[in-house]
């Protein structure tokens, strides 16, 4: 498929009108008394004469959204929508502005598969909304809805939206590993028999424990990242090909720190994260809390990063997750909350919540655990010392009859839209 596809979408830059209406696009609201007016509009227009202003007349709680149908579309295929937005007197513009975007099987379908674009990028006075999808099984038909909300004094001009069809990107299908170890065998050649057993069979990236000791202590007293421990590491990821995910203790000058670090299939570090939520055995060690949630581009995927305590902490996941992450990996000592019931819901609620692939190396109640976006445990240690391994495709579609829409949808296509920031005040403890 060609990258200049042609446009899916009927009178996309919004140039035929009739009776001061864009043909091919219907308006709909939910009641008369908060329906926003519709109109082709003059004013601005980012190509030809006209663009679709939707305006919220100062109604309270206005909402109203504009759509149009195409024919062509076939499962499997992969598009891209676009459509280019400009805000006059909206508060927050991703609280007012939305794109939907459904597929549909037949023109009677009521039982939609529903997304949402949320990706923005601005091009000059224009914001562009867009996003690839691909369309599920049995689709024939797609409909785009460009809509206003909760902004009574509020407008928004669209023009120049697009549904094309690109090419399919490379698959994104990788073999993810955790290991555990009891106590009695967390020590450098435990954890070497464990990387050899991930590597040999043929794991993408494995995690490792909290704290994991590589190198002996009397060999390196006051070990440091980057520093031996990520020296043996790298020599594992070379040689196996595998990214490892590890906790270190990592001393810089007079701080001492209990750090994340990933190394690349080429023995690089290429990211580290300190841990930020310290329990008060950890003060007390004299350990330093990071400050920062940072996430890493690597060849499996947008990857953050937890240790231990943090896995308490949903603000810590949501963080990771508002920056794209798609995998999260956990090193933990213990969970001992429930006789370790608390720790799987825990796992399994972080990784649903937030539509990511969540991974743990722990060592109590030792269940490290692959869980995927949909909370489902993909992969179950169950207290055997050694390495368990999952399948995982970034990019698998999970359609689920949800209450947002009319339909189904992928959490991972709502939350980031739906959620509400700007009413967030109390969870920052700050004015």
Same mark, same amino acid.
């Given at each position: 498929?060609s990258p ?7 009178n ?6 009739? $009776? ?5 696009w219907t ?5 008369p008394e /908060?329906?926003? +007016? ?8 980012r190509?030809?004469?006209h ?11 206005v909402a109203? @959204?504009? +759509?149009?149908?195409?024919s ?5 295929g992969?598009?891209e929508?676009? &459509?280019?937005?400009?805000?006059e007197d909206?508060?927050d513009? %991703?609280?007012s502005? @939305?794109?939907?975007?459904? =597929?549909?099987?037949d *023109? ?6 529903v997304?949402?674009?949320y !990706?923005?990028a601005?091009?000059?006075? @224009? ?5 690839r999808?691909l ?17 009574p004094?509020?407008r928004v =001009? =669209?023009?120049d939206?697009s ?8 698959a ?12 009695d065998?967390?020590?450098p050649?435990?954890?070497?028999q464990?990387?050899?057993q991930a ?5 993408d ?7 994991? #000791?590589i ?5 390196d007293?006051?070990? +440091?990242?980057?520093?031996r421990?990520t020296?043996v590491?790298?020599?594992? &990821?070379r ?7 590890v906790?270190?203790?990592d001393w ?5 720190y ?10 690089? /570090?290429v990211?580290t994260?300190?841990? +930020?939520?310290? *329990?008060q ?5 004299g350990?330093?809390?990071?400050a920062t ?6 060849d499996?995927?947008?990857v953050?990063? #937890?240790?231990?305590?943090? %896995?308490?902490f949903p ?9 794209? !992450?798609e /995998?999260?990996?956990? *090193?933990i000592?213990?969970d ?9 819901a825990?796992?399994r !609620?972080r ?5 990511v ?5 722990i060592?109590d109640?030792?269940r490290?655990l692959i869980?995927?976006?949909?909370g489902? /445990? ?14 995982? $495709? ?7 009859? =949800? ?6 949808a992928?959490?991972r296509?709502l ?5 509400r *920031?700007v ?8 004015p």
């Open positions: 498929m200049s596809a042609p446009n899916l979408l009927p996309a830059s919004f140039e035929e009108t009739a $009776d001061g209406l864009p043909v091919s308006c709909h609201a939910p009641r /908060i329906a926003p +007016t519709f109109r082709a509009d003059s004013r601005f227009a190509s030809g004469q663009s679709l202003c939707i305006d919220g007349e100062g109604k309270a709680g109203g @959204w504009a +759509t149009a149908r195409c062509g579309i076939q499962a499997g992969i598009y929508l676009s &459509a280019y937005f400009r805000g909206i508060a513009l %991703h609280e502005i @939305w794109v939907k975007l459904a =597929w549909l099987r *023109p009677t379908d009521e039982r939609s598969r997304a949402y674009p !990706a923005t601005q091009e000059g006075e @224009w914001w562009r909304l867009s996003d999808f369309a599920p099984e049995g689709t024939t038909l797609a409909e785009v809805s460009l809509g206003l909300r909760h902004a004094q509020g =001009w =669209w023009d939206v549904l094309r069809q690109v090419p399919a990107p490379p994104r299908r990788f073999r993810l590993a955790t290991a555990y170890l009891p106590q065998q967390r020590n050649e435990g954890w070497r464990v990387i050899q590597g040999e069979g043929r794991a990236a494995l995690c490792l424990g909290e704290l994991a #000791q190198v002996a202590p009397e060999d007293p006051h070990p +440091t990242v980057p520093g421990a020296e590491l790298g020599n594992f &990821a040689r196996y090909s595998m990214l490892i995910i906790s270190l203790p810089q000058g007079p701080l001492r209990n750090t994340a670090v990933i190394i690349a299939r080429d023995g690089r /570090i990211g994260y300190r841990k +930020t939520h310290l *329990p055995s950890e003060v007390e060690e350990t330093t809390p990071g949630f940072p996430v890493f581009d690597t499996i995927g947008r953050g990063l #937890q240790i231990c305590y943090d %896995h308490f603000e810590v996941t949501r963080s990771l997750a508002v920056q794209g !992450a /995998i999260i990996f956990t *090193p000592m213990g001992g909350r429930s006789d370790g019931q608390a720790y799987e825990v796992a !609620a990784a649903l919540d937030n539509s692939f969540y991974v743990t190396s060592r109640p030792g490290s869980v995927d976006p949909t489902a /445990i993909l992969a179950d240690s169950a207290g055997r010392p050694g390495v368990v391994f999952a399948e995982v $495709d970034l990019d698998a579609p999970h359609y689920e009859p =949800w209450l947002s829409v009319p339909g189904y992928e959490f296509r939350w980031p839209k739906e959620r *920031p009413i967030y005040r109390e969870l920052t403890g700050r």
